[in-house]
């Protein structure tokens, strides 16, 4: 757990670090509105530390499972300062697996200060048989109301496996949406640099990506991508996306199918 009087802080395997939650627990949480881990300002939902930056790393078999009030985000659940990631590897990490909103097997992200996005760089969530990530919703990545800046990244073999969506059908527990990726809310952009984004699946919708702005303020941008063979779920805009047809898109120099 980040304590949030810490106005920077950078956590570095080295490359050769692997963390594990060995199948039982989330591995590394921050939430500047929990005064456990030190109230810090009146305006904790927007501010601008802690500044964590995760480097060089594996997260192996996190699990949230068992968490109740923070659920989601198996291996790192942030809430407000900033978030990056860089060369990091996530497998095997799980969250619930129902609900119609909970999601990030990997990663669950709230609130980042003044909007700004989450920056994932040249890391790989699954990237084979056996390793990939799952939760009810967001296989691998998963926020409400936050944007994505995501370079060099490979996502494949996530699993979204709730069922009946959000809100959920009638007689289902919701979600199983977003095999790699979902998002929520309102204005944010989702924006995919040379990543490639295959083999993901889902129950309900939106295999590779569930990018949903409620009010169509948000921008989805795809460029130097590969998004294919994705597999389930219905209600596509684009292959392996669901989204609203009348949101902003910008597909640049990228194969979809």
């Known amino acids: 757990k980040v304590f949030n009087n810490q106005p920077d802080l950078v956590i570095d395997?080295?490359?050769?670090?692997?963390?594990?939650?060995?199948?039982?627990?989330?591995?590394?949480?921050?939430?500047?509105?929990?005064?456990?881990q030190i109230w810090t300002t009146d305006h904790c939902q927007n501010?601008?530390?802690?500044k964590l930056t995760v480097q060089n790393l594996t997260f192996i078999d996190g699990s949230s499972v068992s968490e109740t009030t923070y659920?989601?985000?198996?291996?790192?659940?942030?809430?407000?300062?900033?978030?990056k990631v860089v060369n990091c590897r996530f497998f095997n990490n799980v969250c619930a697996s129902t609900g119609p909103d909970v999601g990030g097997g990997a990663i669950r992200v709230f609130s980042q200060h003044q909007g700004l996005p989450v920056y994932v760089v040249n890391s790989t969530f699954g990237g084979a048989q056996g390793y990939g990530n799952v939760g009810a919703?967001?296989?691998?990545?998963?926020?409400?109301?936050?944007?994505?800046?995501?370079?060099?990244?490979?996502?494949?073999?996530?699993?979204?496996?709730?069922?009946g969506g959000n809100p959920a059908q009638a007689g289902s527990p919701g979600g199983g949406s977003g095999g790699a990726?979902?998002?929520d809310g309102n204005t944010m952009r989702l924006a995919l640099h040379g990543?490639?984004?295959?083999?993901?699946?889902?129950?309900?919708?939106g295999s590779a990506i569930f990018f949903i702005t409620n009010d169509r303020t948000g921008?989805?941008?795809?460029?130097?991508?590969?998004?294919?063979?994705?597999?389930?779920?219905?209600?596509?805009?684009?292959?392996?996306?669901?989204?609203?047809?009348?949101?902003?898109?910008?597909i640049i120099n990228s194969v979809i199918q």
């Open 47 to 50: 501010q601008e530390h802690p």
């Open 71 to 83: 659920d989601g985000g198996g291996a790192i659940w942030v809430r407000g300062g900033r978030l």
């Open 181 to 183: 990726i979902y998002n």
């Open 137 to 163: 919703n967001g296989g691998a990545l998963s926020s409400i109301g936050v944007s994505w800046s995501i370079y060099n990244s490979l996502f494949t073999h996530n699993r979204a496996v709730g069922t």
């Open 195 to 205: 990543c490639r984004v295959e083999a993901n699946t889902v129950n309900t919708h």
């Open 219 to 250: 921008t989805l941008r795809i460029e130097d991508s590969v998004i294919r063979q994705n597999l389930g779920g219905t209600w596509y805009t684009l292959p392996g996306i669901s989204m609203h047809p009348d949101t902003k898109r910008e």
């Open 13 to 36: 395997g080295g490359g050769v670090v692997t963390l594990s939650g060995g199948g039982r627990t989330r591995i590394l949480y921050l939430n500047t509105c929990d005064p456990a």
